[in-house]
């Protein structure tokens, strides 16, 4: 089952530090989005990525940055760490930008910032 | 800005009693809609979907849910939950035309044996 797979599965970084995450989307899908899940809320969108550019973007500061690979691989680029960027950080694949809105998640990072 | 709501946080039931989890979404466009559920240490996955057509969908387990379009409401039902069904569950809409999603806060349901 090529699903959706990220990693790392766990990190602890330290304010001010950068963080990459890494997502490799299901078999056959062309198009990540990544989310970012506080305690007790649901996913929040961050940005969509499908040809390798930015196509979506949602309410998050430039410190979060991203790019795609040609074989659609993606990574998520968060600097200047906060202490609220403590997150589960989950990758959604899909197809052709996602027009129909299913997403196929992974088990997502979670990012610990101290 | 869309936004969408559900209810509940917090829901337990005893097994075999019925479930109903509200969702409501502000958006007055197009949307498609979802229920998404995450078992104990598993990732999110589809448990149904609505696009158009019939406004009652059966997905997963024995899981439906109803899109009632005057109330902006997409509620999820249950006849009998079961143990195995203690999960958290996200509702999502998707608005077509600007092609973004959006997640309400969750449910999570805790089924007693």
């Known amino acids: 089952d090529a699903g959706v797979t990220q990693s790392p599965t766990h990190l602890i970084k330290t304010r001010g530090q950068q963080v990459t995450l890494r997502c490799s989307p299901k078999s056959g899908h062309d198009t990540v989005s990544w989310y970012q899940q506080a305690l007790g809320q649901g996913p929040q969108f961050i940005f969509q990525?499908?040809?390798?550019?930015?196509?979506q973007r949602g309410n998050f500061p430039d410190r979060f940055s991203g790019h795609q690979f040609p074989n659609y691989s993606s990574e998520l680029n968060v600097n200047a760490l906060l202490l609220g960027d403590s997150a589960l950080y989950l990758c959604a694949s899909s197809l052709g930008l996602a027009k129909t809105g299913e997403l196929f998640f992974g088990e997502g990072s979670r990012l610990t910032v101290l | 800005a869309q936004s969408v709501s559900q209810h509940n946080h917090h829901v337990i039931l005893s097994e075999a009693a019925s479930l109903e989890l509200g969702c409501n979404y502000s958006?007055?466009?197009?949307?498609?809609l979802f229920w998404y559920v995450q078992y104990p240490g598993q990732h999110l996955q589809l448990l149904l979907k609505y696009f158009s057509g019939d406004p009652l969908v059966k997905g997963i387990k024995g899981f439906e849910a109803e899109f009632i379009k005057s109330k902006f409401s997409f509620n999820l039902r249950k006849p009998s939950v079961q143990w195995s069904d203690t999960a958290e569950y996200f509702c999502?809409?998707?608005?077509?035309?600007?092609?973004?999603?959006?997640f309400g806060d969750g449910t999570t349901l805790t089924v007693k044996p």
């Open positions: 999502a809409v998707h608005n077509t035309n600007a092609g973004k999603s959006t």
């Open positions: 990525y499908y040809e390798e550019e930015e196509r």
């Open positions: 958006y007055g466009g197009t949307v498609n």
